[in-house]
């Protein structure tokens, strides 16, 4: 069971990632408190602003420019995660907590291609569950790449299946999680 598999481990950190300082300190700071007393080390990973000080009182930050205003381009989404990938990877976390929809996206495969174990937590859908067509087509491959590398890990030897829970999904309405079984 994924509970029984994350023990403390002194000096391996929990990290939690967002799309911004803002979302982890109004919404995760009860959960980064908890999570010090059990982890010792937890970081936030998310791009700085005026929340940033706030957030570095009780836990470690590590900017990540997540290029939010230029979406629409592949190439700098691309270094957005190929940043996150390094970080990630540099911090060998015990386990990641990711929240927002691209963040997740991110988390999915970095997780899948490290073996890290991860909680996945949706609370929202956003704006793309009630757009356009192609919106909803954007976020059915989201969504679907989202649970496909959950259920995989890839190493440099081979592609596979992993038998145990490694991912947790956390949905915080039921309507998100309808949609969610709906598109996979």
């Excluded at 649970?147 to 299946?161: A, D, E, Q, V």
């Amino acid at each position: 069971m994924f509970k029984d598999v994350i023990l403390p481990i002194k000096n391996v950190p929990v990290i939690i990632l967002a799309n911004s300082s803002w979302y982890i300190f109004h919404y995760r700071s009860f959960l980064i408190k908890k999570l010090k007393k059990k982890y010792s080390k937890v970081i936030a990973i998310c791009p700085r602003d005026a929340y940033s000080p706030k957030l570095e009182k009780f836990c470690h930050l590590i900017k990540w420019t997540n290029q939010r205003e230029n979406k629409n381009n592949i190439f700098l989404t691309f270094l957005s995660f190929l940043k996150l990938f390094l970080i990630i990877q540099k911090n060998k976390p015990l386990l990641i907590h990711s929240h927002t929809l691209k963040i997740n996206l991110f988390a999915s495969l970095i997780s899948s291609i490290l073996n890290i174990p991860c909680i996945i937590s949706f609370a929202g859908m956003g704006r793309l569950s009630n757009g356009t067509r192609k919106s909803y087509f954007l976020l059915k491959i989201i969504i679907y790449l989202i649970n496909f590398f959950s259920l995989f890990n890839f190493s440099m030897k081979k592609f596979h299946h992993h038998k145990d829970k490694r991912v947790i999904f956390i949905f915080q309405n039921e309507k998100d999680k309808e949609l969610y079984e709906r598109l996979i």
